[in-house]
């Protein structure tokens, strides 16, 4: 006591540490520790569901568990609960199957079931893949659309058409021949000869711009031929002005290809891993023996 006046000694309920003060109902050595202990008060404390514990959080009344773990280890708790089943249930029911590959009778609660075991499964399984292949490639007989040989496969393949690959090439020869005929005579037609062309052409081609030979044989690649600018198959008519002079090899190239088609055959052999390096040496010899004669 000082003066008459009483000294109380206290301890900060925010830090802890030792204070005097004539105050008795003082709790805390400053007014810091005043504000931090009010705002302390201020917090609602939960109890985690899960450990017991106590926790505080921004948004603690929205949460059961006080971290993480907790809530893992609670979930995982209630799965196992749940695949116990825990609670009093009705005896599973029990199946009597026959093994589809031993004979054997077996039990099991899977009504589907159809092997006693994995080994009898893999088993069972590779007899049924090796049944679904013979079934698939079984030997198929077949008539060759082109000669008319009655053929049995060996590898069953049952969209076989042809004996051969010759009857093959014979048989889409002849269509192609007959689609060709019927695109002339539904095309306009009027009077084209190869002279006519070859003149009005100044003997360059049409479609790659190198010089032409008159020669018209049908074994050089390089040879003369007329071609359609637009196809007849894509609506062009057998005109002169619809016709211009082209090599084989370029004509064949093109197709059916649109109109204003060019080849560059120095680039395109280029682009083609030197693919038409034979083609070019030919075309060079063909020109220095046309030259010659």
């Not at 003066?3 to 309920?13: D, I, L, P, Q, S």
């Not at 505080?56 to 089943?85: G, I, T, V």
């Not at 052409?201 to 010089?211: A, D, F, Q």
């Amino acid at each position: 006591m000082i003066g008459g006046t009483m000294e109380y000694k206290k301890t900060c309920a925010a830090c802890g540490s030792f204070f005097v003060t004539q105050n008795e109902n003082q709790s805390c050595c400053s007014s810091e520790c005043g504000l931090q202990l009010g705002r302390r008060n201020k917090k609602k404390y939960y109890t985690c569901q899960y450990c017991g514990e106590q926790f505080w959080k921004p948004d603690a009344f929205r949460k059961k568990y006080c971290s993480k773990e907790c809530q893992m280890a609670a979930r995982s708790d209630e799965a196992m609960k749940r695949h116990l089943n825990l609670s009093p249930a009705s005896e599973p029911e029990v199946y009597q199957r026959e093994c589809l590959w031993c004979k054997e009778q077996f039990e099991t609660p899977y009504p589907n079931k159809l092997y006693c075991s994995p080994e009898c499964a893999y088993e069972g399984n590779k007899r049924m893949k090796r049944q679904q292949w013979a079934d698939e490639y079984a030997p198929h007989i077949f008539t060759c659309l082109e000669c008319g040989v009655e053929v049995k496969t060996e590898c069953g393949d049952k969209h076989s058409l042809f004996c051969s690959e010759r009857c093959m090439e014979k048989y889409h020869s002849r269509i192609y021949k007959k689609q060709r005929k019927q695109q002339m005579r539904s095309a306009w037609v009027e009077p084209v000869t190869f002279d006519a062309v070859y003149y009005r052409s100044n003997g360059v081609c049409g479609i790659c711009g190198l010089p032409v030979s008159y020669d018209k044989s049908p074994a050089d690649i390089w040879a003369a031929t007329i071609d359609h600018i637009v196809p007849l198959s894509r609506g062009g008519k057998h005109e002169l002005s619809n016709c211009q002079l082209a090599h084989r090899l370029c004509n064949s190239t093109k197709q059916d290809d649109i109109e204003d088609y060019h080849i560059d055959w120095a680039e395109k052999n280029k682009l083609d891993n030197g693919r038409w390096t034979d083609a070019l040496t030919k075309y060079s010899l063909h020109t220095r023996m046309q030259a010659a004669l």
